[in-house]
């Protein structure tokens, strides 16, 4: 298995812009997770599906992300308006279980917001 | 809220000498602790984990204690080598009514010296 795959990798972009951030999970994973981090904040989760519902996106910043997961290989985290705060690095996970399994975090996407 | 404290945020030692990273927990229901070592710029990867319903773990030169009664676990790793040099981030999951949560703690970063 290739593993957890983001793209794009790096991601430049002015303020006000959209951003998309791709990501697909390991194949039989049924949990997918989106964190986000940062030096202040550490690794923060964002949102996390199950069987490609959302069960939990307290971690959602404000109403300028949503992320989708339209089917089981494929998630995205949208920003609309990206700002300079959201600059950070950020990865998708999935897990076969969580609880007792741990996740397997793909390489990132780093974002940087000017 | 609940949280995971990690401690120290920091940890320097020679090449050959052991280290260990402390977490404390505050979710008595937290059953799964997994630990994760994320090299500069890379994603975390899981290097151990512990379940609820046992003391120790250990894999080569990695081990992992429980003290469920006062909430807290740590990591040991003996004969330090420089490749061992990343931040180490111990995490605690709990599976409750509105579904699964794992927290995180901050990170320490060790230093191994040559």
């Known amino acids: 298995d290739a593993g957890v795959i983001q793209s794009p990798r790096h991601e430049v972009t002015e303020m006000g812009q959209e951003v998309t951030l791709r990501c697909k999970p390991i194949s039989g994973h049924d949990y997918l997770f989106w964190y986000r981090q940062t030096m202040m904040r550490g690794l923060e989760l964002l949102i996390y599906f199950n069987n490609n519902v959302p069960i939990d996106d307290s971690g959602m910043p404000e109403d300028r992300f949503s992320a989708k997961m339209p089917n089981a290989s494929f998630s995205t985290l949208k920003i609309q308006p990206s700002e300079p705060r959201d600059s950070a690095v950020y990865f998708c996970?999935?897990?076969?279980?969580?609880?007792?399994?741990?996740?397997?975090f793909g390489s990132g996407t780093r974002l940087t917001v000017v | 809220g609940e949280n995971v404290e990690q401690h120290p945020s920091t940890l320097s030692v020679q090449e050959g000498d052991s280290a260990v990273i402390k977490c404390t927990y505050s979710?008595?229901?937290?059953?799964?602790f997994p630990w994760y070592k994320q090299e500069l710029g890379k994603r975390p990867q899981l290097i151990i984990d512990?379940?609820?319903?046992?003391g120790e773990k250990k894999d080569q030169r990695i081990a992992v204690t429980l003290n469920k009664t006062a909430k807290h676990f740590s990591l040991h790793i003996t004969e330090t080598q420089p490749e061992d040099s990343a931040v180490y981030f111990c995490?605690?999951?709990?599976?409750?009514?509105?579904?699964?949560?794992?927290?995180f703690g901050a990170g320490t970063r060790l230093f191994v010296k040559a």
């Open positions: 996970a999935s897990s076969l279980q969580p609880a007792d399994y741990g996740y397997t």
């Open positions: 512990i379940r609820s319903n046992v």
């Open positions: 995490a605690a999951s709990a599976i409750n009514t509105g579904g699964f949560k794992t927290i």
């Open positions: 979710d008595s229901a937290s059953n799964y």
